[in-house]
């Protein structure tokens, strides 16, 4: 058993007043673990996301991310945190007036790293995703497959000790998911912690990884090969 | 992390170049706004122009009875002359008076034709060393009301100028501080326009881990340039508005001791590249916090 990178404690997330997102959500996320969250739009699979990011605060319950409890963390230590959580979205979110080498080398900046290893190390990870030549192309010239890889770029480019991917593959056609999802793994393989919300269910079944389902905010399954529903 | 000044302007540079639509907008809406406070500045500094003129030119004048004997309006003379605040006394007899009166209202024969020669009353212009000494000596020529009929002194002038011009001023001032509140809200609100166009990209730029600070600055340069531009150009114009009032008011103000000096043009644009860029910064900040939130 290695340490707990992500660990969940009795969450409990109530939006407004009776919105009811998570109920007493306890899970464990190994470091270099690869877990899929499964379930439903509306299962709580993005509010996990949200919180491990301190997008949003707990409603009860205690998370600890990487060692540190969230709640320990001030408002202005909040950027920091986020460096350590490598963010991939269903929709890309990449900015639409830089280059896809721009995307990257802005998550670099943000984090105050030199220009001269930006220089160097933005053209390493967009070969490493297969842009090489996309480098100078600006979101809307790329196709949704390249985006992604372009926002995957974007997330791992400074090595975090976790990556996130909210339906990573949402807006992809079946090949282009498998060669996403073929992408994460190889990140996740260097020994990155690597969540994944998906319910794209052949997704899942063809990985063969742990996969945690929920279902109206709380956990009803969790198997460490698991498929993403049980077999009948 | 370390301040990173060259990013921040590059994004700024970058952003104003890629939204023109919403810099103009923004440097409009300041140009605008400080248009109105600079013509306030404008207004203001040429009524203390008028008064502060006033003020300088300070003569007392006794002006006689019709019936006053010269002998009676000699020995008067004389006497003033002996007062130690009096530099120097001109006697201006009715006729002179007239003569003055025609000559000042000569391209208007329709007032000057019907009046006789003798309906203004003969005077002394009494120059003073010490114009605050203007009270005293209109006290003196008080024992003389048996040939002196009215005192006149820009004193009176000066005090019911003041009275009116506090009035203007502190209305000017007023409607100059309301006008920069309005000024901030009306330029935030086009700054906000334009970040919330751009919400989703602070969204990312805040999910990547950047700080509030890496996020905000480039928007504040951007506002700051704006800001600086808008205060410019509002400069230009008041600048260029003043030169055409002295230059009018010249011919149709003859009267009126208006001058171009009156108006600092180094502190009209320093006032206004100072305003442009407080609204463009504040304005920026403020527009942000909320966007912020995440």
Request: hydrophobic share 45%; charged share 25%.
């Amino acid at each position: 058993m290695g340490e707990a990178m992500i660990l969940f404690d009795n969450v409990t997330k109530v939006y407004g007043r009776d919105t009811v997102a998570l109920e007493r959500v306890d899970l464990e996320i190994e470091a270099g673990e690869f877990v899929f969250l499964v379930g439903a739009s509306g299962s709580g699979k993005s509010t996990i996301m949200r919180l491990i990011l301190k997008e949003v605060e707990p409603t009860a319950g205690s998370i600890s991310v990487n060692g540190t409890k969230l709640a320990s963390i001030p408002r202005r230590r909040v950027p920091h945190h986020r460096r350590n959580i490598g963010c991939v979205f269903q929709d890309f979110k990449l900015l639409p007036n830089k280059t896809a080498a721009e995307n990257v080398a802005y998550a670099m900046e943000v984090t105050g790293q030199r220009r001269r290893s930006i220089r160097i190390k933005v053209p390493q990870i967009l070969s490493l995703v297969g842009l090489a030549e996309k480098s100078e192309k600006y979101p809307h010239e790329l196709s949704g497959g390249q985006q992604q890889r372009v926002s995957i770029a974007r997330a791992f480019v400074s090595q975090p000790p976790i990556l996130i991917a909210d339906e990573p593959t949402g807006n992809l056609d079946p090949d282009t998911s498998m060669d996403i999802m073929q992408l994460l793994d190889r990140i996740h393989r260097i020994g990155t912690t690597v969540v994944v919300a998906t319910h794209d269910r052949d997704m899942v079944n063809a990985l063969q990884k742990r996969v945690v389902a929920l279902e109206d905010g709380r956990v009803v399954r969790d198997k460490v090969k698991g498929a993403y529903a049980d077999e009948v | 992390m370390r301040f990173n000044l060259g990013f921040s302007l590059r994004e700024a540079l970058k952003n104003m170049r890629l939204n023109p639509l919403m810099s103009i907008t923004s440097v409009v809406t300041t140009f605008i706004c400080l248009l109105v406070l600079g013509v306030g500045l404008l207004v203001s500094a040429h009524v203390e122009g008028v008064v502060s003129a006033v003020r300088q030119d300070v003569s007392v004048e006794a002006f006689f009875l019709q019936d006053a004997s010269q002998e009676e309006m000699d020995r008067v003379r004389e006497t003033v002359e002996g007062y130690p605040e009096v530099s120097e006394v001109t006697y201006v007899s009715g006729e002179e008076a007239v003569e003055r009166f025609r000559q000042t209202f000569s391209e208007r024969p329709d007032i000057v034709s019907d009046l006789g020669d003798d309906f203004l009353p003969a005077s002394l212009q009494i120059q003073l060393e010490d114009p605050g000494a203007a009270d005293d000596v209109a006290r003196r020529l008080e024992g003389e009301r048996s040939v002196v009929e009215n005192i006149d002194y820009p004193q009176r002038t000066i005090e019911r100028l003041d009275a009116v011009t506090s009035y203007v001023i502190w209305g000017l001032h007023g409607a100059t501080a309301l006008f920069l509140v309005a000024s901030v809200l009306l330029i935030s609100n086009t700054i906000r326009l334009s970040i919330f166009a751009r919400r989703q990209e602070i969204e990312v730029m805040k999910l990547v881990g950047a700080s509030d600070g890496f996020v905000r600055t480039p928007f504040l340069f951007e506002g700051l340039a704006q800001g600086l531009v808008g205060g410019g150009l509002a400069a230009a114009a008041v600048l260029w508005l003043n030169s055409l009032f002295v230059e009018w008011s010249g011919t149709a103000l003859p009267f009126v001791p208006i001058s171009v000096t009156a108006v600092n043009s180094l502190f009209v644009l320093g006032v206004l590249l100072l305003a442009g860029a407080s609204i463009g910064v504040l304005g920026s900040f403020l527009s942000m916090r909320r966007f912020l939130k995440i």
